[in-house]
């Protein structure tokens, strides 16, 4: 069964169409690249998948249900925007994910944070961007969810930083679970990913694996892409 | 090793490619045992599943073998190494071979550069 | 779940509130030593007397304070924990949202509860001292139990009544805060629906459900009144009991029923239209 599945679905903002009958599924063990230019709607099918937004039409489903405190429980989503408390510090962020989702590896997130050096009794408040990216970014990651959704993980991140993200989502793989890396920052990500989806205008243009596109375009997907989206 | 990918070609090839290159090139020796998937992949930077199927098929190709619990292993027979790394010379040589005729060189002159040169 | 909600609101409430209520009994004490002072002619010292009315403008001050930071607390957890960029944290939680509201409801309505104990604790406490009450005095001037109850059966009104009244009187001071709170969050969630002009929306329909809330009060008042206008020919206290009664119970029936109207609204915005950007 699909862990991620689109019927139809459609999005409406009121006159504009952010999504327009998409339909997908996403299996367990995959690692999918969501790309598409600035405003193509990845991050609109990211924020319904979590149940931040409600479909105008068609439907999404996670594990077989519509986004609900069920698919809540098994996705772990890494959102855009700066979504963390300023007043809490990382060692009760800790706290408040082991409260609440059951398979939060705590020993994990320890260990991320001293990896990469970061205070677990700094507050939120007085960590520079980057530091509240990779917070959350270990939050994230360190739960055993059967889907990911990360929206821009290496957006705004050193190269350092970049390459233990894409290592940590090699070493976490599990073959129960799919990782949706949303990003227009394809080369990097590129040799992680198993398939990726080209969204442009709120519509699927292809859903292919990254070696079929290699192999027929003789390209890299990241070539390729340039060559689909030139303005 | 260090792991390199070009972009015209699948991955998946790639890997195959270079780790048939470090077995008969002797940077893994035979014998020898493969770390897990997980580790590999992440040392070479690429999709898990990605590198499972390069490892499927050198092991149909007999480079590699796994025992069901232990995890994989470098074959230790050298014919199917040397006649991987024939098959790998040789396709050297003919790449090399093709090469030289574009530049107008014979077979016979080839072959005395090729001493010069030694 | 709820639990685990509850837990996680009164940390981050707490550490306002406390602090806040620290300060309070700070102030009283001071102010208490002020009233003193300025009662006494202890010093003619101008400064001093100065510095003395100086501690009580505060004192009052803090009291009014206290007052507004409970119920600004109320409405900027909702609006910042659930409507803007945290909201991304809460509602990706695995939990229903009536859980989100139940949560930010029952920790409001503790705080409200606390704050208006404390201040009625230290304003009755206050005035007690300075009045120079002694305390025992004050017990042995009040009427005993048996003799309210004698006062009260003549009049008809049993202690079973007087259980009641009680009752019911606390249940309207709590569900009203409820319906209060309730108001707040489905105004702010309702104009969060939109992509635009959110605050400026949540106001609009602030003021919207105030008239349409107080329209359908009033309407169903004005029948009360009229069932009231009937026991005229009924002895006046009887008839104020009769009365205060039915008001009573008008008036808990009314915040029910506005409560459950505010909560349907805010829950349904948040469940149906939830537009986070």
Redesign the interface.
């Known amino acids: 069964m699909p862990i991620l599945e689109c019927r139809e679905l459609s999005k409406r903002f009121g006159r504009t169409t952010a999504l327009d009958r998409v339909s997908l599924s996403i299996e367990p063990g995959r690692v999918i690249g969501l790309l598409g230019p600035n405003g193509s709607g990845k991050t609109t099918l990211i924020k319904l998948a979590n149940g931040l937004l409600t479909p105008s039409e068609g439907e999404i489903l996670i594990d077989g249900e519509a986004p609900g405190p069920h698919s809540k429980a098994i996705v772990s989503y890494l959102s855009d925007k700066e979504y963390l408390p300023e007043w809490m510090t990382p060692k009760q962020l800790m706290d408040f994910f082991q409260d609440f989702y059951a398979d939060f590896d705590r020993a994990r997130a320890e260990e991320m944070l001293a990896r990469l050096g970061l205070d677990p009794a700094q507050k939120v408040k007085q960590m520079s961007k980057g530091t509240r990216e990779k917070v959350q970014l270990i939050l994230v990651m360190s739960r055993r969810a059967k889907l990911y959704l990360l929206d821009e993980p290496i957006g705004g991140v050193d190269p350092a930083t970049r390459d233990y993200i894409l290592d940590t989502i090699i070493r976490n793989y599990n073959p129960e679970a799919a990782v949706v890396i949303s990003t227009h920052l394809i080369a990097d990500v590129e040799p992680v990913l198993d398939e990726v989806l080209f969204i442009q205008n709120g519509q699927i243009l292809l859903q292919s694996s990254v070696d079929s596109i290699r192999e027929e375009k003789g390209m890299s997907v990241d070539q390729y892409f340039r060559e689909v989206f030139r303005c | 090793m260090e792991w390199i990918?070009r972009?015209?070609?699948?991955?998946?090839?790639q890997l195959v490619e270079q780790i048939r290159l470090a077995i008969v090139s002797g940077v893994f020796t035979p014998g020898m045992r493969l770390s897990s998937v997980?580790?590999m992949?992440?040392e070479?930077?690429?999709?898990?599943?990605?590198l499972q199927r390069a490892l499927q098929e050198l092991e149909r190709q007999g480079l590699v073998y796994s025992q069901r619990t232990n995890g994989r292993f470098v074959t230790e027979d050298a014919n199917v190494i040397d006649q991987n790394k024939r098959a790998l010379a040789q396709g050297q040589l003919a790449a090399f071979l093709d090469a030289m005729k574009k530049l107008g060189y014979e077979r016979a002159e080839i072959i005395a550069l090729l001493e010069e040169e030694a | 779940m709820l639990g685990k909600l509850l837990k996680q609101e009164f940390r981050a409430t707490g550490r306002i509130m406390l602090p806040v209520f620290g300060a309070l009994l700070i102030l009283s004490v001071f102010a208490n030593f002020s009233i003193r002072f300025l009662d006494s002619s202890m010093s003619d010292s101008a400064v001093l007397r100065i510095l003395a009315v100086i501690v009580l403008i505060f004192f009052g001050f803090a009291v009014f304070g206290a007052m507004i930071v409970t119920l600004w607390l109320m409405v900027s957890r909702f609006y910042r924990n659930l409507l803007k960029d945290e909201g991304y944290l809460m509602h990706t939680l695995p939990v229903s949202v009536h859980g989100l509201v139940w949560s930010k409801l029952l920790v409001s309505l503790v705080w409200f509860i606390a704050t208006g104990l404390l201040i009625l604790a230290i304003v009755s406490l206050t005035a007690l001292i300075q009045s120079g009450t002694n305390l025992s005095e004050l017990f042995a001037q009040l009427p005993s139990w048996a003799e309210i109850k004698a006062l009260l059966s003549a009049h008809g009104i049993h202690s079973g009544d007087i259980t009641i009244f009680f009752t019911e009187l606390i249940a309207l001071i709590l569900l009203g805060s409820i319906a209060g709170c309730l108001h707040f969050y489905a105004a702010m969630a309702m104009g969060h629906m939109f992509s635009k002009d959110k605050i400026l929306l949540s106001i609009v329909f602030f003021v919207a459900l105030s008239f349409v809330l107080s329209l359908a009060t009033n309407l169903l008042g004005f029948r009360l009144h009229d069932l009231a206008a009937l026991t005229v020919e009924k002895g006046e206290l009887e008839m104020l009991i009769f009365y205060e009664r039915r008001l009573l119970r008008f008036s808990l029936g009314a915040a029910l029923l506005q409560g459950a109207l505010l909560y349907f609204a805010t829950t349904l915005s948040l469940r149906r239209g939830l537009n986070l950007s």
């Open positions: 990918f972009n015209d070609l699948p991955i998946y090839s997980r580790d992949a992440a070479a930077g690429v999709n898990p599943n990605t």
